[in-house]
């Protein structure tokens, strides 16, 4: 319970009687397990209990099963892999769903997989410390909630299991500048639709599955948004040879080593949806199920945002990488950035890549050079600012 401690808010709230031990009510006896969530995994490992005769006692600290999907994700969400990938244990979703259920049909599907295993998990319970007993060899269950707003129930088992979720706390970093922000800043399990960002510019910071459809609904919505990509990312088509990826990968690793899946992969993606790296997304040294496997990282399923970012409905900031400072996208693509940016030199290719950078550069400038009433923006922007022209340059065309 540690290591799930030191990354839980909960866990530093105190109960009145937390130092001495023991609860003012009596502690309830659990005959079987202790769930605690009732999120998919939660209701997976009690009906898997149930279905051996064990019963078990599923504390949720929301009001519903199925919180994080019921209650902090966006309305277009759907599945991203196949539903034969997704369902639980012991019960198949329902035949008529399609093939990647809505966010709607997988709540449904969870409220009846409750109902089918009669799993009744009381809710407003948030359990604030699970600690072992070595006296009575028990586990000691604490939680908050549920009748007046601070009631402490101990519960004692003899088995815990953990179903928190991995996704369940929001991760808001503190970015400088945020506190004078005068726009809105919304997490995606507050994001529900794009209708309020209509016709505004929206930034989105990563780009995991959520960032990428997020972006993408906000296009449906005629908002503007723009990525913010801060590492590569492998992006892949969600289906390759009328299969799902997820699927056709699980069934060539069962033949295959994962780099020669990897490597497939990657070369199915390159046919299909072209070198990312063009717009800004590279792709890590490692392949997906390879980076999966070692770091957790999951690769993006494109649904569409990738269209998006291709046509420009979608813009990408950053143009220099935090890691190593050079241009995001690799040579020849890394010249070019946003409103009049460019970068000469970072190549990796010496004075070749430096010609071939600084000659398109002053391409694309004198296009813009010959086509733009310079002078018309250097007056208006003197006006403006009261500044003084350099008299080394002058807006004069050859
Ligand atoms: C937007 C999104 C889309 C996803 N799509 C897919 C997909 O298509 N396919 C797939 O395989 N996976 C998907 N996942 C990943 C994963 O399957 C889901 O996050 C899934 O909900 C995880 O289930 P869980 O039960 O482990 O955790 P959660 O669903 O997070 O449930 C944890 C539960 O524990 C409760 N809880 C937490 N702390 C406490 C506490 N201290 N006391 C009491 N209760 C507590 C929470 O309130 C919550 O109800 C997706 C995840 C997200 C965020």
Not at 24 to 52: Q, R, T, Y
Not at 80 to 105: A, E, G
Not at 263 to 286: A, K, V
Request: charged share 25%.
């Amino acid at each position: 319970m540690e290591g799930k401690r030191v990354n839980d808010p909960f866990a530093t709230a105190k109960t009145s009687n937390d130092d001495n031990g023991c609860s003012a009510a009596k502690p309830v006896c659990v005959p079987g397990p202790i769930i605690i969530g009732s999120g998919p995994s939660g209701l997976a490992a009690a009906a898997c209990l149930k279905e051996k005769g064990v019963p078990s006692l599923i504390l949720e600290r929301e009001n519903c099963i199925a919180s994080l999907w019921q209650l902090k994700t966006y309305d277009r969400l759907r599945l991203h892999l196949p539903k034969q990938f997704c369902q639980l244990p012991l019960l198949p979703f329902p035949s008529d769903f399609p093939n990647y259920p809505t966010k709607q049909q997988f709540i449904s599907y969870m409220e009846g997989y409750a109902r089918h295993f009669e799993l009744d998990p009381v809710f407003n319970r948030t359990v604030v410390s699970a600690e072992f007993d070595s006296g009575c060899r028990f586990w000691r269950v604490r939680t908050v909630g549920g009748g007046q707003p601070e009631a402490i129930t101990e519960y004692l088992c003899l088995w815990v299991i953990v179903a928190t979720g991995e996704n369940a706390e929001e991760v808001l970093p503190k970015i400088e500048g945020m506190d004078e922000f005068e726009g809105s800043i919304v997490h995606t399990s507050g994001y529900k639709t794009g209708n309020c960002f209509l016709g505004k510019r929206v930034l989105v910071v990563g780009c995991g599955n959520s960032g990428m459809e997020v972006c993408l609904d906000l296009c449906t919505y005629d908002a503007q948004p723009s990525l913010v990509v801060r590492d590569s990312v492998h992006v892949l088509p969600q289906e390759m040879l009328g299969r799902s990826t997820f699927g056709l990968s699980m069934w060539l690793l069962k033949w295959l080593p994962v780099r020669m899946v990897d490597r497939f992969l990657l070369l199915m993606s390159r046919m299909m949806i072209g070198d990312t790296s063009r717009f800004g997304l590279t792709r890590p040294d490692i392949g997906p199920i390879e980076l999966k496997n070692a770091t957790g990282k999951t690769p993006v399923l494109d649904i569409g945002t990738l269209e998006q970012i291709k046509s420009g409905k979608i813009k990408e900031t950053n143009f220099f990488s935090e890691k190593d400072g050079f241009p995001r996208k690799p040579f020849p693509h890394g010249w070019k950035g946003e409103n009049g940016l460019y970068a000469v030199g970072f190549t990796k290719r010496g004075l070749l890549g430096t010609s071939m950078d600084a000659t398109r550069i002053a391409q694309d400038i004198e296009q813009q050079w010959k086509s733009r009433p310079i002078g018309e923006l250097l007056h208006s922007v003197e006006q403006r600012y009261k500044c003084v022209r350099n008299p080394s340059v002058h807006p004069h065309r050859n």
